[in-house]
């Protein structure tokens, strides 16, 4: 270790280390795993000088608190909360240095779920199959944050961010998913296609990074039987036996034997990471080219925004 490093003083409920994770390996049996909010990580270490892959913190809805030994600046993004060094409230959304042994407080979110906390150098844990994100799935990579972990920070790659205020997607009040349907819509009744269109569902409080669970109106089967396990894709939609719609995120298992109605397009899901309990969700049919597209609208720069770099 090169004397960079942070402690955790507290690890809130949920705070796992997490980079752009490891496509590529589901032949194998192992998720793409990685940030839920994949722009708002991206955003957050141009902030801070680092490559966008660069592994940042991923906090659940309390945030955290830790320690650098060393000199460092720091982006706090995602979920908006209360930032404070040593006590004192500093910018949300911005760079900002923070001395060597001064307490880092990321608080709990004021909306929203997932706070995302870069450091210049990026979190330097061991890399498995190429990331150092953190599969709570798999396994692999390092175990969720507890308190008193100390882990060691990289070099700074460049100069911090230049930016007066950075765009950040707002955490929805509403999820909107467009859905192309298949690989196995026709093991569904067409009302439940129909209902899986036309139907409001909330955010269920079971919901975590292996998947968006929903409560709502089940859809109905248009026989019985039983599907051979296959592959599974990120966005995918499973319809388990009770009905309800599934949405696999970042940790989802790679195969499955419940049948999968639709795929969420891939650039929808960011806001699926900042949606709470009770948040209502709209699948809306569309026809669209599966590859990612930016959004529309504000949330639309934050995968692009270009972040000025600073005097060294």
């Known amino acids: 270790m090169s004397g960079r490093a942070l402690t955790v003083v507290r690890a809130g409920a949920l705070t796992t280390v997490q980079d752009l994770g490891r496509p590529g390996y589901a032949h194998l049996g192992v998720p793409r795993s990685g940030a839920l909010d994949r722009d708002t990580l991206r955003l957050v270490n141009r902030l801070v000088g680092n490559p966008e892959e660069s592994a940042a913190l991923e906090t659940t809805l309390t945030g955290c608190t830790v320690r650098p030994s060393c000199a460092v600046t720091v982006a706090v993004g995602g979920a908006p909360c209360p930032v404070r060094v040593d006590g004192r409230a500093v910018a949300w959304g911005t760079p900002v240095r923070v001395g060597a042994g001064a307490l880092l407080e990321a608080g709990s979110a004021a909306r929203g779920v997932r706070g995302y906390v870069a450091f210049a150098g990026g979190v330097a844990v061991p890399a498995v199959l190429g990331s150092r994100a953190t599969d709570l799935l798999s396994g692999l990579g390092p175990a969720p944050l507890a308190d008193?972990?100390?882990?060691?920070?990289?070099?700074?790659?460049?100069?911090?961010?230049?930016?007066?205020?950075?765009?950040?997607?707002?955490?929805?009040?509403?999820?909107?998913?467009?859905?192309?349907?298949?690989?196995?819509?026709?093991?569904?009744?067409?009302?439940?296609?129909?209902?899986?269109?036309?139907?409001?569902?909330?955010?269920?409080?079971?919901?975590?990074?292996?998947?968006?669970?929903?409560?709502?109106?089940?859809?109905?089967?248009?026989?019985?039987?039983?599907?051979?396990?296959?592959?599974?894709?990120?966005?995918?939609?499973?319809?388990?036996?009770?009905?309800?719609?599934?949405?696999?995120?970042?940790?989802?298992?790679?195969?499955?034997?419940?049948?999968?109605?639709?795929?969420?397009?891939?650039a929808d899901l960011g806001a699926v990471a900042q949606a709470l309990p009770g948040t209502p969700v709209r699948f809306v049919a569309s026809t669209a080219p599966a590859t990612p597209v930016a959004p529309a609208g504000p949330a639309a720069s934050i995968a692009r925004y270009p972040v000025g770099q600073g005097s060294p």
Request: glycine content about 12%; some cysteine; aromatic content about 6%.
């Open 148 to 266: 008193g972990v100390v882990l060691p920070l990289g070099d700074p790659a460049g100069p911090p961010g230049r930016v007066d205020a950075a765009p950040w997607r707002c955490p929805p009040s509403e999820l909107v998913l467009r859905v192309r349907f298949g690989p196995r819509d026709d093991w569904f009744a067409p009302s439940a296609l129909r209902t899986l269109t036309s139907s409001v569902y909330r955010v269920s409080a079971s919901s975590n990074r292996i998947g968006l669970r929903t409560d709502g109106p089940p859809l109905d089967r248009a026989g019985a039987g039983e599907l051979p396990s296959e592959g599974m894709v990120l966005g995918a939609v499973q319809v388990p036996p009770d009905g309800r719609p599934v949405v696999f995120l970042a940790d989802h298992p790679t195969t499955g034997g419940y049948p999968v109605v639709a795929v969420v397009h891939e």
